[in-house]
Each structure stands twice: as structure tokens, then as C-alpha cells.
């Protein structure tokens, strides 16, 4: 089992739910870190037993969920949840909804599972920049070597040469040769650059406004590429990294879409870190996700 970054959105508290111990822990009230010393009993009128039960039904759900996910999922119309299921604690787990009042926030990966273990301080939230490599670490190892970006990229529905060629980039450029460093991306980040993160790489809202604004013209918040394009280059720095991140997008978009069109949801979901997890779990027309071959089982 998978540990699990939850969002308790009555309280506003950001958890770390350890499933394979059952602990959980949350940052003391004005900090962005926790310690295996930070463990909670109750958050709110929940037990860490109950968060624990929660944390391992969510998993046990979803294979590759993307952040933002909320749980438990909103009960299908005319329907409830199956019987036994969160008998206990779908009442407490949807105390502002339909929507459950948990918000998934990524799994922890082995480098901060180690941190924690040997005493070590972990944030209780990821950076967008780097929950966006994070969609690509299928077996959360921390760290992206050429072999885990090239599966990840096909993942992502690119051909094996666009992901090859994706692949080394980022090897490279990112790497500098080796695995990439998740938790290091902020120090690798080239000068040339989207223009969509900010000094510590999370998403910027002043540029996610200025897209809101260009979507707003349309009619089903839906842009065609093109126009994206001229939008991206009258109004951010685009070096080699970045029209190549932007290539590889438009790949994806069109074959998600079937046709060569950007939504806005969509585009928040590439800066914010979720687009990955959804391109790789989307089904085609023949009922077959990318993510079943790279993550099988």
C-alpha cells in the first residue's frame, strides 16, 4: 500500500497518511514540514485509524490518480456507495457535499519515505514543478533515469521516437546525464522557461489569469493550438526546453481530443501537475490506458 498526502478540507490540514505503519501525520500549525514525531490521533472528529481505513480504500480505487482528486468520489446518480462500503464513514468523509472532504495530494515516494523513517523532515506539500515529474514516477522512486522518462513518455501516448527524443532531453538537460532528481528540480530549472512557475515552482496565478481570460473567448473553453502558440509566444520566453514540453502537450491534447485543441482544463492540469497522471489513465476508442502497460497489475 502506497502512503498518501490528503488534504482534510474542513479543517484545511494537509496529512501525510503512512498506510503500511497506520500513523498519520500533520505539520504543526505554521509549518511546511513534518517528522515521524509530528503523529496525529484525531483530525477533526476523525480517528487516525479511520484516516488510515480511508487512505487504503483510495488506493485500492484508483491506480494513478491525478492531485485534486477528491474522495470519496460523489456517489452515482440514483445510487449510493455499495453496501459495507465506508458504512462507517461516508457521512463524516462528505460533511461539505456530495464530494468527499478528503483531496488527494500525490503518494509519497521512497525518498521521503526514507526521510521520514530515519527522522528526517518531509513537506507536507509538493511544488506544481515538481508534481509534475511526479506523473511520471510510476514506481515513486524519487528520481526519473532515462529508462523511467521513456516508458513515461509513452505513457503519455507520444510515439517511441517523440519519447525517446523527450527522453534524453530531459536526461540531460535536467539530469545532467544521471536520474533526474524530483526533489531537486528546482535547482535544475533552465533560464528558459514557460513562464507558467514561479521563483519556487509553483503555479504563477497571475499567468493561469491571463489564460482564463483567453479562454473565456471561446465557446466551450476549448483553443485551438495555433492559437495557443501565438498567444505562448507574444507574451512568455519560449527557449528549446519549453516549445519541446509544449510540442509534446499538443501531441497529447490531440489525441485526447481528437482534434488539434487545447482545453482549459487541460492547461491548468499541465502546470498544476495532474495532466500526466490523466493522459496516461484516459481509455482510446478501443478501451486500452497507456498506464496499464506501464503500470501493470
Known sequence: MRSIRFKHLPTGRTLLVDTQHTR?????????????????????????????????????????????TRFPPRAPEGSSFPEGWFRELAGRLNTQGDEGDLEFGGFLDRVEQRQLAEGGEVRVRRTALERHLLALDFDLKGELGLRDLYRAFIAHRLSPLQSLKKALGAWVIFGRGRPVQIAKIGERRPSSRTGGYDANGNVDPRV????????????????????????????????????????????????????????????VSLFDGSFGHIAASRADERGRRPLDAALPG
Open 208 to 267: 493561469l489569469e491571463q489564460y482564463r481570460r483567453l479562454f473565456a473567448s471561446t465557446a466551450s473553453d476549448e483553443l485551438e493550438q495555433a492559437r495557443l502558440t501565438s498567444f505562448n509566444r507574444s507574451n512568455f520566453q519560449n527557449g528549446f526546453v519549453s516549445k519541446e514540453q509544449w510540442k509534446s502537450f499538443y501531441a497529447t491534447c490531440s489525441d485526447l481530443n481528437g482534434r488539434d485543441t487545447v482545453t482549459y482544463k487541460q492547461l
Open 24 to 68: 498519520v501525520y500533520g505539520a504543526p500549525e505554521g509549518a511546511e514540514t513534518v517528522t515521524r514525531h509530528d503523529q496525529l490521533t484525531h483530525v477533526g472528529e476523525l480517528t487516525s485509524e479511520q484516516l488510515v481505513a480511508a487512505a487504503r480504500d483510495f488506493d485500492s480505487l484508483w491506480k494513478w490518480p491525478a492531485p485534486g
